[in-house]
């Protein structure tokens, strides 16, 4: 989802919320504020008639998250660069002075300093990683310092999943099919769909369905909305 995000059509995303084992079939009432940690979304379970709160766990109004993508280290004709494979965009770190020191000897009087980088591994060359399928690194481990996305949390909501209006799904992420206008599609598939929450339906499930939380059961969702903050001074 970092191509649709990066183009500023994602700015909504659902995650079930997750409950207490001991609760069944909760419903939402109401959300409250007073925490320490900020508000919570208060639920009544319906069996044992009793009210109970939860956190979100992805943050609060106002809150900056950062976002992780398929990366690589490599060298460039410019020296070190974070390379994005989601669209080979570069990052040139001798651009940044976070990652220089003084070195008289150096053209500049400055040289890149690879210990501020931590264990990122340079020696590839940019232009045998781009367009290819081996070398780069999940997103899984990517360091903060190497992130290029961050997000700004500007609404949290609770609904169910079922509950998405068109314009949502398209907040989500969905897509016009580049074969037919009037469908849609998720942004990595080839199937098309007739409405916007028909291919969210099938977003939802490709992630959710192996964790029992599939369109099918209706699970209570976080909806998190966010605004993209400027990112850094990228090149081609």
Partial sequence: MVKPTLADTKTNTRRAVRFPAFVENPEFNSWQDGFPEGRRAIFLGSHSEEFFSVKCPYGQIGDRLWVRETWAGANTEDGPAI???ANN?????????AFLEADPTARGGRCFDYSKTGRVDFSAWAGDLEGEDKGWKPSIHMPRWASRITLEIVDIRIERVQDISDEDSMAEGIIHSKWKWDCFE?????ILYRSPAQAFKE???SINSDRGLSWAVNPWAWVIVFKRLP????CS
């Fill in 231 to 234: 990112e850094l001074n990228l």
């Fill in 186 to 190: 998720t942004p990595d598939g080839h």
């Fill in 89 to 97: 965009h570069r990052r040139y770190l001798m651009h940044e002075d």
């Fill in 83 to 85: 390379l994005y494979r």
């Fill in 203 to 205: 977003l939802w499930d």
